[in-house]
Structure formats: C-alpha cells, structure tokens
C-alpha cells in the first residue's frame, strides 16, 4: 500500500515536467504598456507618469479603485512628511532632550505617557490647525501636497526644477516611510535607542 502510495506520489510530481500538449500562445505587448517598476507586469492606466515619482508601481490594483489619484497623492505626502520627521524626531529623542523630568524617557513609545496629557493635547491641537486649514484642498483643483508652507521657494524656478524637487520629495518620503517602520519595529523589539 505504502509502496503504491509513494510511486504515485512521483509520477504525480514527475508529470509537473513532462511537455505541455498545448501549443504556447506568445502574447506581445508594447513596451510602453509595461510598468517601468515592475516590467512584467502591465501598467494601470491612471499610473501614465503625469505625477511625480509615479513608475507605475500599483501591483494590487489600488489605482483602480480611487477615483481621484489627487486624493492618493496628497495622503502619501502627508504620510512620507509625517514619517521624515518622526524618523529624525526618534534619533535626535534618544540623544537630546528637554529640560525637566518629564521629557527625559528615550523610548519613543513610552515618551507620550510620560510627558501628560497637556503636552500631547497641544500637539493634537496643532496637528488639528493643520488638517483643518487645508481639508478642502484635498479634492479638486491645485498640486497635491501644497499646504502653503515652502512653497515659496518654487516661485520662479524652471519647470525642470520643480519636477526634480517633486520627485525628489516623493522618493525621501517613501523612504521615510520604510525607514520608520523599521525603526519602529526596532525599537519595539528591543528597546534600545536607535543610534
């Protein structure tokens, strides 16, 4: 029985590399509809390259489902931002700190406990002014991510020059992002600083 069972077994798994009896269907496709971060897969057509820092990178469809890329966009901004400063914040935390007893924990995770609910109410304040003042520039017209801080900056640069600044931040804040998850994982594993 034992026997029967294991010379089954193989020419089960021995079949996986005998010859197709189908003949094999080629399929071309235009280089231009391949995504240009993953080539193997086709690019989803909202992903054209009209936005900064877009290579056409969705492989879970999640482009098909918006309705308004804007909307994506502003949300990763927001997000990479909040993660660019937080990564530094977890360095420079570990290292500095401010006068008083209150502000002397190191671990990121336990800080707003220890600081009290009048310092974290601030911060919850001031991120609420923020959120606020620029809700409705989330939807419809204007560039995605401009909240009116630095943009300045941009006023009479080259077309050429804002692209790069726009790709530029959208690469550091994906990074951020991974970065922060990493040092979060990190410092939740082993509690040590992160430098």
């Known amino acids: 029985m034992i026997r029967t069972l294991l010379v089954a077994a193989a020419l089960a798994g021995a079949s996986a590399f005998a010859p ?3 003949p094999m269907r080629t399929a071309t496709t235009l280089n231009g509809d391949m995504s240009k971060s993953l080539p193997f897969l086709v690019r989803p057509d909202k992903l054209d390259g009209t936005m900064a820092g877009d290579v056409g990178f969705d492989p879970m469809g999640i482009s098909e489902i918006q309705t308004d890329l804007k909307y994506a966009r502003w949300a990763e901004l927001k997000h990479g931002r909040i993660c660019m400063l937080a990564i530094v914040g977890m360095v420079v935390q570990a290292h500095f700190h401010l006068p008083g007893a209150a502000y002397q924990e190191p671990d990121p995770f336990l800080a ?8 974290n109410l601030q911060i919850l304040v001031g991120i609420g002014i923020v959120e606020l003042a620029n809700f409705d520039k989330h939807y419809g017209e204007g560039e995605p991510g401009d909240i ?7 006023i009479g640069k080259s077309p050429e020059f804002i692209a790069k600044t726009q ?3 959208i690469q550091h804040a994906r990074l951020a992002m991974i970065g922060f998850t990493g040092a979060a994982v990190q410092t939740l594993i082993y509690h040590t600083p992160l430098l």
Do not use: C
Request: aromatic share 10%; no cysteine; charged share 10%.
């Open 148 to 154: 009116g801080f630095g943009s300045q900056f941009l």
């Open 167 to 169: 790709e530029q931040e």
């Open 112 to 119: 707003p406990g220890v600081v009290g609910a009048q310092s």
């Open 20 to 22: 197709s009896a189908q």
